[in-house]
């Protein structure tokens, strides 16, 4: 299999915790994305960041990538019940983009 | 703004029988299509993708075969389904020459084969 893996697989906390979440991923990218999936449902697009960026951030999702590591990581600040979800990073490079397996992020009120 | 959408939202299929999986996209212009794969709990798997009318890329040689007819339609399809099948197909579009490629999902398919 090419595709990415992130871990935790899932991940328990309490509401107002912070929430990491790790990816790593194979070959050579444009740029790597974070997406967020509620069950049964769409992906939805968090944040992007490109081959040539650090850190990234956006209201409460802070974002860092290490291209020599070949790993991201998504950190979800003050975390709400409304959270709850799984969460997936996509490198790649136009069109093909690999799609890890997910974290599962349960907050709990 | 731009909307996708898929139908059917469910569907379940015996073993053999054909499938056609409709996608559509409203409010853009030769945008980029693909269909994806989900299996209960993992990632997902990139089945096709479309640049334009006509023009399809595999992925995964497979049961399935996608066509895009009208500029904003992508159809996933397969003569004969497999128990293998089985699975959440979701369609996603992006902007063309996109220097980002962030992608936009509809709401899905969930495909039982029986």
């Known amino acids: 299999s090419q595709q990415g893996e992130e871990d935790p697989q899932a991940l328990s906390i309490q509401e107002g915790e912070n929430a990491t979440m790790n990816c790593s991923y194979k070959?050579?990218?444009?740029?790597l994305q974070w997406y967020r999936q509620n069950s049964g449902r769409g992906l939805v697009h968090l944040i992007l960041i490109r081959s040539n960026e650090r850190e990234k951030h956006s209201g409460r999702l802070r974002v860092t990538l290490d291209t020599s590591k070949k790993s991201s990581s998504l950190l979800i600040t003050a975390s709400r019940a409304a959270d709850t979800a799984s969460y997936f990073c996509?490198?790649?490079?136009?069109?093909?983009?690999?799609f890890g397996t997910g974290t599962r992020l349960k907050v709990l009120a | 703004s731009q909307t996708i959408h898929q139908w059917p939202a469910t569907l379940v299929q015996p073993v053999g029988s054909p499938l056609s999986l409709e996608c559509t996209v409203e409010g853009t212009s030769n945008p980029n299509l693909y269909w994806y794969r989900q299996a209960a709990g993992r990632g997902l798997q990139l089945l096709f993708y479309?640049?334009?009318?006509?023009?399809i890329s595999s992925e995964v040689p497979q049961n399935l075969s996608a066509s895009r007819p009208q500029d904003r339609q992508f159809i996933l399809s397969s003569k004969k389904l497999l128990l293998s099948d089985s699975g959440f197909y979701l369609c996603?579009?992006?902007?063309?020459?996109?220097?980002?490629?962030?992608?936009?999902f509809g709401p899905g398919t969930r495909l039982t084969v029986l």
């Open positions: 479309s640049v334009g009318i006509g023009q």
């Open positions: 996603a579009w992006s902007p063309p020459r996109s220097s980002t490629d962030t992608q936009y």
């Open positions: 070959t050579s990218i444009n740029n």
């Open positions: 996509a490198s790649g490079r136009t069109y093909k983009y690999i």
